[in-house]
């Protein structure tokens, strides 16, 4: 309550560089960890009656970025056809295409690098799942055989990351490595700048490219930014101008990655119209 304005208003500061891949942050109150609970988020509401919110999400896009990095032709050939690579997921490594929510855990735990070790503590952090040591094992194995080119992805990364000094964005952006690091973290800090800053760092670097078209394009109180996320955007606009808005916000965030990476990349961006979050 302490964070309102007279009119209910929340104007969090936000740091367009605050993590290390060059998203935003933001602090007190942190808009950018507002659950998606929808009770929580119904919280959240436009100026008026006749407003509604436009929310407009990259569709698994580190998961794409990954893939057209890596030049894994199975994973990209499910985002051209719009398909859903939780589902692929779930049927090449689980043989069950209904266990989707077991395939996203195993997609963002074997994604960075880390070991089935790590994927059980993702699976349990950031999804609920309790994977048995067991399970880990088999689903790091079985997600790697069936995208075989991430796992080379990481091999090449693994044979440059001993001698780099900087990882760098698709953009062009570059984050230094820290010349103190301990002796046991050295080539792991510097293996995640190879893949998770040159993954993450792009798709920040789109966002923003992005979010400058979209301020431009919006041009004013009526339809303006509310609130940019790590993959996604929330716009305010009127009710009567909802359709035309999520259309060319959906347009303007998808060339934002096609003049990063090329009219061939395969991104989706999906979007909701709501009168809440």
Same mark, same amino acid.
């Given at each position: 309550m302490e964070a309102? @304005? $007279?009119? *209910?208003?929340?104007? #969090?500061?936000? *740091? #367009?560089?605050?993590?290390? +891949? &060059?998203?935003? $942050? %933001?602090?007190?109150? *942190?808009?950018?960890?507002? #659950?998606?609970? #929808?009770e929580v988020r119904a919280l959240f509401i436009p100026d008026s009656e006749d407003r509604v919110f436009v929310y407009a999400d990259y569709r698994n896009i580190e998961l794409v970025i990954a893939a057209q990095l890596a030049r894994e032709e199975r994973?990209?050939?499910?985002?051209? *056809?719009? &398909? @859903? =690579?939780? +589902?692929? +997921?779930?049927q090449r490594v689980l043989g069950n295409a209904s266990a989707g929510q077991q395939a996203k855990t195993i997609n963002f735990g074997c994604l960075y690098g880390g070991g089935p070790a790590r994927l059980r503590i993702t699976a349990r952090t950031e999804f609920g799942l309790e994977f048995s040591e067991a399970e880990a094992k088999k689903y790091?194995? &079985?997600f790697f055989q069936a995208y075989p080119a991430l796992r080379k992805w990481h091999a090449r990364a693994w044979n440059q990351a001993e001698g780099i000094t900087y990882g760098a964005s698709e953009y062009g952006r570059r984050?230094?490595?820290?010349?103190?690091d301990r002796a046991d973290h050295w080539t792991w800090n510097r293996f995640?700048? %190879?893949i998770n800053f040159e993954v993450q760092g792009t798709g920040a670097d789109a966002l923003k490219i992005a979010l400058v078209a979209l301020y431009n394009r919006l041009g004013g109180s009526e339809r303006r930014l509310v609130l940019p996320l790590h993959d996604a955007v929330l716009v305010q606009c009127p009710r009567s101008e909802a359709a035309a808005t999520a259309t060319f916000t959906r347009r303007i965030m998808t060339e934002a990655f096609h003049? =990063?990476? &090329?009219?061939?990349?395969p991104v989706s961006v999906d979007t909701k119209i709501s009168p809440q979050w």
């Open positions: 309102l @304005d $007279g009119k *209910n208003r929340l104007y #969090p500061p936000l *740091n #367009p560089l605050s993590a290390d +891949t &060059g998203r935003f $942050g %933001c602090a007190k109150p *942190n808009l950018l960890a507002v #659950p998606r609970d #929808p994973m990209l050939e499910v985002f051209r *056809n719009g &398909g @859903d =690579i939780h +589902t692929e +997921t779930a790091h194995s &079985g984050r230094w490595a820290d010349p103190k995640q700048l %190879c003049e =990063i990476l &090329g009219a061939d990349f």
